[in-house]
């Protein structure tokens, strides 16, 4: 049954990319590039918000060009710790620098069947079952909508998938698929409800609203819309570049970090200037285009080092992130899929980052997988055990237990053992058995974790949300659906 959350709670691991000085010289190029070249807003009042505090609009072209101390004061308006809330309180995330949580992504459009293992277009009822799945793993701290509902009406879609997981699940929900400012409107009166009204909304909000920038400077308008009602709400908002190095961003990764920086922290600074100390967060996910093939790799050396180096930048100004680190450009769990989604989460954990996304995914977020989200919780709980380091103290040194066994002797009996043995690491999925026992059976991880996602889904039975609630979140979706 699932207990406590997965998380990194005062690591002892700790990986710098970025020194201090290479931190600052972004940071300035990068004010240099917001203030002289400038990043597209194509939103009317997201310009006059940036053009009330002082910015240089241009409404032809709507690139709005801000000088570097209007970023850098709006920024400080921010909020440094906050926490992410859930349905149910225990499972709150607080967003405090030293913990790490890990999540599904999306919006993938293809899941392996966990029975047959056939791909198949995703719809709700995918929603919902990887909703039941997330809400029984230890090791997933929270939801993003990680398939499309594409059985749903277009402009509602991303509202039905709210409503599939919050009725599968009582952890947090961070979406990625809120793009019109009257989605985004639905989507904060649906979670008042939860809540229990707007008031209780802002104290503990069960939904944070994540908006993908348009790479290279620029933003989407639908997007800065939903980021902006959802502000108002008191929702977490956060801005995730993508900028691919050769396509869409420099060639070298410093020049894409400056890149996919611009972007984001000119969108947070403007969500800043609205409301001034709204929650915010960083995101990024930044790779390099495939040389031969021109496609997203989802995967590699660079995709690693950018995990720790945005999280350099996300602490420079003193905000959490959410960030790209599982989610394998792989096509089937595999030593591919294994390689990519350990260094990714390796660099992102070690740098002690806030939110790391991608569990379950394959083919760079496009592809579900049931045996690869088990998978990932697996890699994940070694990188837990890995990050609380050794300590060293008078128990743990075991001088008395050392004294009692002697030359020789045997420590299975002692009394220390006992005290300390259940905190050693014990997978669920590495093969240990005998070579012989494995000669017989041949099988291993992959079929233990599609077995285990198969006993989840029909034996786990997720909190539903009372049904006049469930009813009252079904009517915000219909009258939507009625005004469309």
Not at 250 to 276: F, R
Not at 449 to 477: C, F, G, M, V
């Amino acid at each position: 049954m699932p207990g406590k959350i997965a998380s990194y709670a005062n690591p002892r691991l700790h990986l710098n990319i970025l020194s201090d000085e290479d931190v600052r010289r972004i940071h300035t190029v990068t004010l240099d590039v917001v203030e002289s070249v400038g990043v597209r807003f194509p939103c009317q009042k997201a310009l006059d918000i940036l053009e009330a505090h002082g910015a240089h609009v241009d409404r032809n072209t709507q690139i709005a060009k801000i000088p570097g101390h209007l970023v850098e004061e709006a920024l400080k308006k921010a909020p440094p710790v906050y926490t992410l809330a859930a349905r149910n309180p225990a499972l709150d995330l607080p967003l405090d620098g030293q913990h790490s949580y890990l999540a599904t992504d999306g919006c993938g459009v293809e899941v392996l069947d966990a029975l047959t293992g056939e791909r198949h277009r995703s719809c709700l009822q995918d929603v919902a079952d990887i909703a039941k799945v997330g809400d029984y793993l230890d090791a997933i701290a929270f939801h993003w909508t990680a398939v499309s509902a594409q059985d749903c009406p277009p402009e509602t879609r991303c509202l039905h998938e709210l409503l599939a997981l919050y009725n599968n699940s009582t952890k947090h929900v961070q979406t990625e698929a809120i793009v019109t400012g009257r989605a985004a409107k639905a989507a904060a009166e649906m979670a008042a409800a939860i809540a229990d009204g707007r008031d209780a909304l802002r104290k503990r909000p069960i939904l944070s609203n994540m908006q993908c920038t348009f790479s290279p400077l620029g933003h989407d308008g639908g997007s800065l819309e939903a980021a902006l009602v959802s502000a108002e709400a008191g929702l977490p908002v956060g801005f995730m570049t993508m900028a691919s190095m050769v396509s869409t961003g420099p060639a070298t990764p410093a020049g894409n970090l400056v890149v996919g920086n611009a972007e984001v922290i000119s969108a947070l600074a403007m969500i800043e200037m609205a409301y001034p100390g709204a929650p915010v967060y960083y995101a990024a996910a930044q790779t390099s285009m495939d040389l031969r093939t021109g496609g997203y790799t989802g995967g590699g050396p660079e995709d690693f080092l950018f995990g720790a180096a945005t999280n350099s930048l996300a602490d420079f100004y003193n905000v959490p992130l959410s960030m790209g680190a599982f989610a394998t450009g792989a096509k089937e769990p595999g030593w591919q899929s294994a390689v990519e989604n350990s260094l990714s989460a390796f660099m992102a954990a070690s740098t002690v980052s806030d939110m790391l996304l991608g569990a379950g995914l394959l083919h760079g977020s496009r592809i579900w997988s049931y045996e690869m989200v088990v998978m990932d919780s697996e890699i994940w709980s070694i990188l837990c055990a890995m990050a609380r380091g050794i300590e060293v103290n008078d128990e743990t040194l075991a001088m008395d237990a050392i004294r009692a066994a002697g030359p020789g002797g045997s420590f299975l009996s002692q009394k220390h053992t006992k005290q300390h043995m259940r905190q050693l690491w014990v997978p669920t999925l590495f093969d240990r058995r005998p070579y012989t026992e494995w000669e017989q059976k041949r099988d291993g991880a992959r079929d233990w974790a599609r077995d285990k996602a198969q006993w989840i889904l029909k034996n786990h039975q997720p909190t539903p949300l009372d049904p006049r609630l469930y009813a009252e979140l079904s009517h915000i979706i219909t009258a939507m659906e009625q005004e469309a």
